[in-house]
């Protein structure tokens, strides 16, 4: 059977003042969709699984969260980290949990909080990769065609196409996020997808490739063989879970592995990790602003994102490429093009005025 | 006796969104010292003056505002304009009702939105006006002398000075606001005092003022002899009012007058009537900005007012002599330099939004 594991411990902290701590950007509507971006993910999915194969790994803060967004899902899905340690653990545990349920599973592992316009597309894609990796084994990664050089996503080289399987193809590398230069050559070359965090394996092969490429953290969980999907579990994973080596799964097993496979894919993919990539994505009134949730009167205004929650109208002038996000705790003005230093920014914040501001 | 008249019933558009029509400026406790300016307006006359000889000349909207801002003023002595006139009618009304109280009176005519950080001097320039035109008569205004060639303000020429009497000199003209190269070589000539709608005069003289400039003004009001300080007072003001020419009291009476004097002044004036003056009067940080009753962090800005109400945070970033101003309603973000074209963006916010908003 196929299950559905979405990681969603995230905070996303890019996007403060919209996301902070205690509301992670997946639970923000975002789009003003009226469904946050966990919701979308589930929607995305549900005509390919029902609930009861649908797991959510999250931070135990969120649980509460998750419930209310999401009630379809069984509570016994909700697979609570009391720690964060990165990707490796979290699929890891979801591994043995599915494979306690189900040692024959297919798992398919989604992030919480992208966006994807073209759902049909995506959906095909996932049921193609689930037949790839149920008839010859292998870990198969998602990897979206690029639409730019852009510099604040990973990067998949490939290699030969796997015949019999459209889009399939032998990964030859992952790289870090590139500079543009680097970025521009890729996108040129044709050799290279973007990685989203999307893949597709069985959970067996999975299991495998952690004994082999990340073997402490395959012995720590091994321990809990006989707890998983028991009422043991809990209490053994609070106590193991602080122990695993902080590391994401692309570095842990991905890039070391020799079964790698990418699916390539055309589905209008957004990570939303930064205010600049939500910009890209959205769509833009006449002077290229985007507008989200907000009533904006502009007069000058150019390139710039608006994002004000509440019933408050908001008049602008002049702004080129800027950033206006408020929510009830804050207001942030600032460049596009310094989004980055929003991680300092929140910092100071919670120096100066406090914890709950962040 | 001497009679203080507040004139309070300006709505201070160009502060929107802090003022709106529903809260005009004159109720804001603008710089964050827990008091509004109105009552900053009271207490700065109240050692000339029992509350019984404070009158306040208001549009009938802000009457329940005035009553809680200023519980110590009894409510017969709140005179509530039933239409805008501009300040020749609201004058006329206030000469003739305390004329109707005391023959004799003297009255300092003053706005209630303005800042004056010397407020011992200012004290003491207005007894000396009232000492002034209870020995000689005249009309008398009080005139700033300038800082610097701001067009934001009207000024007024002085002639001979007035013997026995220093700082009062003959009125030789009254300008409108000038442009920048006029306001340079007014302030230059050292001739010139800012005019800042002060008075201070005889009843008895204005009400003769206004029989020989504005006798249409001076009958319509005077069909009420007998009735003013009585019950018929206001169905009588109610009916008549909005007959009333709508013009202020200096192009009806100042400009004409050849019985006009001005004390000159030197007490810390600002009319807050403009964030720029605004800027200019209040104190700045090390990156000279202006941060009124908000918590804001900023990262490369100079010379921005912030005025963000509630507890909301801010964190701005690379903003160079901007606005920021929040209320409950609405969310400003524009350049002090396009300040004058706030009043049309609060006509476009009306009739997009809805007039609660402005």
Redesign the interface.
Known sequence: MNYFVIMCGGVGSRFW?FSRNERPKQFLDFLGTGRSLLQMTIDRIRPLADPERIFLVTNEAYVDQIREHLPEIPADNILAEPARRNTAPCICWAANHIAALDPEATMVILPADHLIIREEEFRRTVSEGIDFVNADGGLLTIGIKPTGPNTGYGYIQFGDAVEGWPGVMRVTAFTEKPNLELAKSFVESGEFLWNAGMFIWRTADILDAFRTYAPETAALFGQGTGKYATADETDFVNEIYPQAESISVDYAIMEKADNVFVKSADIGWSDLGTWNALYETAPKDRDANVIIKS?V?T?GCRGSVFA?EG?????????ENYI?A?T????????LE?EQ?IRS?VN??AS??GDK?I
């Open positions: 003042p009533r009167l007069e004000v019933d408050r109208i908001v008049v602008a002038s002049g702004l206006v408020q009830d705790r804050a207001l942030l003005i600032c460049p310094k230093e920014v100071s914040v100066r005025f501001y």
